[in-house]
């Protein structure tokens, strides 16, 4: 690969606070200039070989495996498909809220992590903070009060998920066509007891981001900045949700690329390119090709795509964000925080509308209709839109399946920002410091990236860095243990 | 491992059932489950998660329960410290860390073992191994000794079973 190139090539090998098998390589010429980048995946998946040969409504159980991270919003995507192949076009109230309050509760939890757990010691701490530091133990010790709601925020979200999923690993509560429970008084009340707080800390978490960005803000909005088309589902009228919608996609600009695009036509719009170098593929909108049809997803980009919010404490926060740009799109990477916990704020608020919900105590759970051979969904994972796209033969089996995965989505975006920080701060430099592969770190971290789903088997190393010259020898190593 | 009367335990398995070996954390959990045995709480997960922190301060010992990747046939049981130089954070987190959180908020932390059984395939895929399955055989005779020692101890029986 890349060793052919006469000069040296810098690999991070995986990535850190990234889930499972990332590596960044990044080739420099002979004067110092940064010649190539690449995130690599360098693990296949075959994802959907969990799910072809299975009967359709094992789906939403088996799907869960694919991902430890975010197994609930497979959980939930699977159903969705499914609800399309036993013709449930409209779920009964019960059945639409519980599995709401289980996605709110899984963006809650998801968020928390990120923002708590992976981004604030970079932000908290400073890029070139020692890495001993930069952890969540130096939070702690940091702001011991912020860090124990960060993991209490985590719990009450885990613990939603509980309740309605069933449990945590191979929840069942979503299954096609419903739900297989509702939520029991007693299960309402402990969660009301506790939503207030939970809302405050949530404002509190997005004060505290706002107020580190504003300190450096021309910093934040030009670190990891470039141009992008943003892809998100919004509600009918524009607002914005994370679990049901249609497909609109953005230009960097802001103008309307498409819109109101229903799931079974996803193919119309979106296309994936196969690129030898990695295993994970390239989506773009097939109306603009591969070189300009690439797009952001996840928080930053459901909140330059959606209208307007409908809980009031999220809206007012999205239009202060909005305000920067004037109402256009952001296309500032770091301005992902300050999205995710907007949207953790968003899922707060709606946690505790659907709790004071009477519906949750319905006892209509299943809707059934006329059964087809294809379903397609998406839903609004935390980390971005994910696709799940089934075919059935007679006997009920899968016979088809594509998955597009949030990361997926956001492929070409990661590899764009560590295009961007190569050039920014490596350019040049004769010795790679822990502080600047880091920089490298936050950028790709600044996206939610989850890479492998979930192997985590003792004894795995976590770092690896190469500098190899041109002749493939290794001229500077680094590994954290 | 010396289990004192009436400690309250935490077993705790973790790995992802879809990548074979993986698989072995929470097979294991599911024969504590069906052990039933007193005072004994098994619980599992995909993964290790910073919330842990908060629920270990109510357990005495805890028993964390993983594939090996690298290491001893047939499984390896240490002693897990708290660890507050973190260097390996992803979404998950490890066990020493975990540790460090729980210490962090509450003061001290539990005294933990790790019991890590050795596992072979890591790809995607269900089922796990004919090695690993023997292993987790082997892993599981040892602790349900110890539990079932144990529970002797609280009927009665003065006798105590050590290991490492």
């Known amino acids: 690969m890349s060793t052919k190139t006469a000069g040296r090539k810098i690999v991070i090998n995986p990535v850190t606070r990234v889930e499972g098998h990332g590596k960044v390589t990044i080739l420099l010429d002979e004067k110092g200039n940064v010649q190539q980048t690449r995130f690599h995946i360098i693990e296949f998946r075959g994802f959907e070989r969990f799910v072809q040969g299975r009967f359709y409504w094992e789906a939403p159980t088996i799907v869960q495996r694919l991902c430890g991270i975010c197994p609930v919003s497979h959980h939930l995507c699977a159903a969705k498909t499914t609800d399309m192949i036993v013709g449930a076009k409209t779920l009964t109230p019960t059945a639409e809220k519980m599995r709401r309050l289980m996605h709110y509760g899984q963006t809650l939890q998801s968020h928390a992590l990120h923002f708590f757990h992976l981004c604030s010691p970079d932000l908290l701490f400073g890029f070139d903070a020692p890495v001993e530091q930069r952890n969540v133990i130096g939070v702690i010790k940091a702001d011991p009060e ?29 299954i096609p066509g419903g739900i297989n429970k509702n939520l029991t008084i007693e299960e309402r009340d402990i969660f009301l007891k506790d939503i207030d707080t939970i809302l405050q800390w949530s404002i509190e978490a997005l004060e505290l981001c706002k107020k580190i960005v504003k300190e450096k803000l021309e910093f934040f909005l030009n670190f990891g900045a470039f141009d992008s088309n943003h892809l998100s589902i919004v509600r009918k009228d524009g607002c914005l949700d994370l679990y049901d919608g249609l497909l609109r996609a953005k230009t960097a600009d802001g103008e309307i690329i498409f819109d109101m695009v ?48 409908d809980t009031p404490l999220a809206e007012k926060e999205r239009q202060e964000l909005m305000s920067l740009s004037g109402g256009k799109p952001i296309n500032a990477s770091m301005a992902y925080h300050w999205t995710r916990m907007i949207e953790m704020l968003h899922s707060a608020e709606k946690i505790k509308d659907l709790l004071n919900d009477s519906d949750l105590q319905g006892t209509n ?65 004769s010795e790679i410091t822990e502080g600047l592969l880091n920089t490298i770190e936050v950028g790709i971290r600044a996206y939610d990236p989850c890479l492998s789903c979930a192997t985590h088997a003792l004894g795995q190393m976590p770092l690896h860095v190469q500098v190899i010259n041109h002749k493939g020898e290794v001229v500077n190593e680094l590994s954290r243990k | ?160 079973y050590s290991y490492y």
């Open chain 1, 146 to 174: 912020t860090a124990k709601k960060a993991v209490l925020l985590r719990k009450y979200g885990q613990e939603i998920i509980k309740a309605t999923a069933g449990k945590k690993v191979h929840g069942t509560g979503a």
């Open chain 1, 262 to 309: 229903k799931p079974e036509d996803y193919l119309d719009y979106i296309a994936e390119e196969v690129r030898p170098w990695s295993y994970m593929k390239f989506p773009f909108i097939r109306s603009l090709g591969k070189e300009k049809g690439w797009y952001r997803v996840g928080p930053l980009a459901r909140i330059n795509n959606c209208d307007f919010i």
């Open chain 1, 365 to 429: 759970l299943i809707t059934q209709g006329t059964k087809q051979k294809r379903g397609v969904a998406w839903i609004e994972a935390p980390r971005g839109t994910l696709f799940h796209h089934y075919e059935i033969n007679d006997n009920d089996q899968i016979v088809l399946a594509n998955l597009i995965v949030s990361t997926t989505n956001n492929n070409e975006p990661m590899n764009q920002v560590v295009n961007v920080l190569a050039k920014d701060y490596l350019q040049g430099k």
């Open chain 2, 1 to 160: 491992m010396n289990l004192v009367e009436n400690d309250k335990i935490l077993i705790f398995g973790y790995g992802n059932p879809g990548r074979h070996d993986d698989a072995l954390g929470s097979l294991f959990i599911q024969r504590v489950q069906q052990s039933n045995f007193k005072n004994v709480y098994a619980d599992a997960d995909y993964q290790l998660n910073i919330e842990l922190g908060a629920e270990l301060t109510n357990y005495d010992k805890v028993i964390f329960v993983d594939a090996l990747r690298e290491g001893e046939e047939p499984f390896c049981l240490t002693r897990v410290f708290p660890s507050k130089n973190i260097t390996f954070t992803t979404h998950s987190i490890n066990a020493e860390s975990i540790l460090a959180i729980c210490e962090e908020y509450f003061g001290s932390a539990p005294e933990t073992w790790m019991l890590g059984i050795k596992g072979y395939d890591f790809t995607i895929g269900e089922g796990i191994t004919d090695k690993s399955q023997k292993n987790l055989e082997i892993a599981w005779q040892y602790l349900n000794k110890i539990l079932n020692q144990q529970r002797r101890r609280e009927h009665g029986t003065k006798e105590s």
